[in-house]
């Protein structure tokens, strides 16, 4: 079962950036498309960005990140990036790196491999 680690989580003001880091065990059919997604407290997850390790093509949520946020890959280092840019206090989540062979239901959530999170907390 392949694993997921977040890393990069932590506290910034507002109009700050961070760059959380999700390294995967191994490179795998089940890593083809990874995403990252955010849960605010007493609020639903939902989906950030994803892409396709094999051709690096990017989805955004462009409803939650209005162009401030990047998602890039390193393959040599099995690590995929999220660049936070411009954040703002509704920002403030756990961030969960995911995977799955497809990214076709991305934005549902519809991945089968989850990472344990990492906490970003944006003050104003």
């Known amino acids: 079962q392949v694993q997921l680690v977040e890393s990069g989580g932590g506290s910034v003001q507002a109009g700050g950036s961070l760059r959380l880091s999700c390294a995967a065990s191994?490179?795998?059919?089940?890593?083809?498309?990874m995403a990252w997604f955010r849960q605010a407290p007493g609020k639903e997850r939902e989906g950030v960005a994803a892409i396709y390790r094999r051709g690096g093509v990017t989805f955004y949520n462009a409803d939650a990140v209005s162009g401030r946020f990047t998602i890039s890959q390193d393959n040599a280092e099995n690590t995929v990036y999220l660049q936070m840019n411009s954040l703002k206090p509704e920002d403030t989540a756990t961030y969960y790196c995911?995977?799955?062979?497809?990214?076709?239901?991305?934005?549902?959530?519809?991945?089968?491999?989850w990472g344990q999170g990492t906490l970003v907390t944006v003050s104003s």
């Open positions: 191994e490179y795998t059919d089940s890593t083809t498309c």
């Open positions: 995911a995977a799955d062979r497809d990214c076709s239901g991305w934005r549902l959530g519809y991945l089968e491999v």
